[in-house]
């Protein structure tokens, strides 16, 4: 027990120890919170001689005491670094993968010498371990270990100890360990600046760009904005987005479906201008996609995007597109417009849809399919709300009516329950 002063000198080591080995696991994280308080004030040759040896077996379940006697102890490379050494080897990927977890604060406590001379072959190392779970933690440390390299040989170190590891991990056999790296290998860019960026880390984000897991492409287009802010928007147009096209335009719609996905999120890292030059005629040409599935998301996707760019850009480049297809000869794109509407309305607004959205519905009243009728008066039960009360009654309630008697039962039954919902009875 501490002494009657709360010195905890006067701790008994070996009922440390005992805390240190308990199952009990807050009874262990407790005991390593005081540690290099303890190790602080026995100081370093008590540490050395009396508190040490009874750790070699414990750093093994809880590194936190190397952090802990790391932050503390003055004789690092003798006290601590051959046990780091032996857990960064051992034969138990479990600890491994302990200690590429906790990699980047190790890598604090122990300072730039030992890093550059210890940690960066033990880094090298546990970013080609057997395990993918080992793997795949340290390819997260990545960034943030390169981060806190020293400054005066951080980009040498870079370029010829970690980029050959990260080149082999950007084709792992481990989906996990893929996205692991993914999310973190554009960060790579700001450090190494423009040109090591467009020689070296720009074909690897092509090929993660390719990737087959969704989520590594993800985590790739999630974090282009580090790129752009390096490179500059022109370089990362005629480097990335071609890939970007062609994944949009890809076989599997699947494929395509991903790429859509993305868009909202790729267009808000990219600006307006860049995407109405690269990308909007894309976003139109999925509206009339063969799958279904494509048009629905694209439908969707429009929506994201006036929410991110805003009503007024709507108004000049989605909508003129949108309402244009209700004359298209496929009564599948006319019902497309439709959707859109359905979509778009409560973003654009109320003067927007009543001017421009509005009459284009109540024209298609007259189309010959059926099905494109009936959804014309879901459609005016979906807008309704956003329309005034006199465009309601004096436009939308003798529409509604006529549908209301129509031939087909289904447009019958859809048009007799827009006005009840509307309360145009």
């Known amino acids: 027990m501490a002494g009657a002063d709360g010195d905890d000198s006067l701790y008994p080591i070996a009922v440390l120890i005992d805390e240190l080995r308990n199952e009990d696991v807050q009874l262990r994280l407790n005991s390593i919170k005081k540690l290099s308080t303890i190790a602080l004030a026995l100081g370093v040759e008590r540490t050395r001689t009396e508190l040490l040896p009874f750790l070699t077996d414990t750093i093994y379940d809880e590194d936190e005491v190397l952090l802990a006697l790391a932050e503390q102890l003055e004789d690092l490379e003798t006290l601590v670094m051959p046990t780091l050494r ?126 087959e897991c969704p989520e590594v492409r993800l985590n790739i287009i999630s974090n282009l904005d580090c790129v752009n802010e390096v490179i500059g928007i022109r370089q990362l147009s005629q480097s990335l987005l071609p890939a970007i096209v062609e994944l949009a335009e890809d076989a599997k719609w699947r494929v395509r479906l991903a790429i859509i996905e993305y868009m909202p999120l790729l267009a808000g890292q990219l600006g307006v201008e860049f995407f109405d030059e690269k990308l909007n005629a894309l976003c139109m040409a999925w509206l009339i996609d063969h799958v279904y599935a494509i048009r629905e998301a694209a439908t969707c996707n429009l929506m994201k995007l006036v929410e991110k760019f805003g009503a007024e850009w709507a108004q000049n480049t989605i909508v003129p597109k949108v ?100 309360a145009l009875a």
């Open 86 to 211: 032996q857990a960064a080897e051992d034969k138990s990927w479990r600890v491994r993968y302990m200690v590429a977890d906790k990699f980047s604060e190790l890598q604090k406590a122990v300072g730039p010498e030992i890093t550059k001379n210890d940690l960066v072959p033990a880094f090298q190392n546990l970013l080609k371990d057997c395990e993918a779970e080992v793997r795949a933690a340290a390819a997260n440390k990545v960034k943030e270990f390169c981060e806190n390299l020293p400054e005066d040989n951080r980009e040498q170190i870079i370029m010829t100890h970690i980029l050959p590891c990260v080149k082999e991990l950007v084709s792992d056999t481990n989906q996990h360990v893929k996205s692991a790296l993914a999310s973190v290998i554009m960060g790579l860019s700001t450090i190494l600046g423009k040109d090591n960026t467009i020689e070296h880390l720009l074909p690897l984000f092509l090929a993660q760009l390719k990737d």
């Open 323 to 422: 309402l244009g297809m209700a004359n298209d000869p496929n009564y599948l794109h006319r019902m497309t417009t439709l959707f859109c509407i359905n979509a778009l309305s409560e973003a654009c607004g109320q003067e927007i849809t009543t001017k421009q959205m509005l009459p284009v519905v109540l024209k298609m009243s007259n189309d010959q399919v059926a099905n494109v009728r009936f959804n014309v008066a879901k459609s005016l039960q979906k807008i309704g709300p956003v329309l005034d009360s006199n465009a309601l009654q004096t436009e939308v309630k003798p529409v509604l009516e006529k549908l209301a008697s129509d031939a087909d039962m289904d447009v019958k039954y859809f048009a007799q329950e827009a006005i009840s919902v509307l």
